[in-house]
């Protein structure tokens, strides 16, 4: 099921929608029609692999440690949510 991130060029509201099929959004704040569909990043929750492949460690639920190495413009840890 795709969610995607929309932004209402009537408000500048920026929400997420869930659609099925051709369904089409409105803007839960103002109703408008006119939306900008986002680019958006997927996460994936997905056990950790201990530095294999340059991918960076994680401690328990915690947000991941901060490698450096893998040059993600998200910053430093990103790529373990790859």
């Given amino acids: 099921m795709p ?3 929309f932004a209402c060029r009537s ?4 929400f997420e ?13 103002c109703q408008g029609r006119e939306l900008d569909k986002l ?3 997927f996460a994936v929750n997905a056990p950790a ?3 294999a492949g ?4 994680t401690i328990g639920n915690d ?7 893998c040059g993600d413009p998200r ?3 990103a790529c373990s949510s790859n």
Avoid: K, N, Q, Y
């Fill in 63 to 69: 947000m991941p440690p901060g490698c450096g190495t």
């Fill in 3 to 5: 969610i995607h991130e």
């Fill in 11 to 14: 408000c500048g509201h920026h």
């Fill in 39 to 41: 680019m958006s990043v």
């Fill in 54 to 57: 340059g991918m960076c460690g």
């Fill in 75 to 77: 910053g430093p840890g």
């Fill in 17 to 29: 929608e869930l659609l099925f099929g051709a369904e089409r959004p409105e803007c839960p704040r």
């Fill in 49 to 51: 692999t201990g530095g």
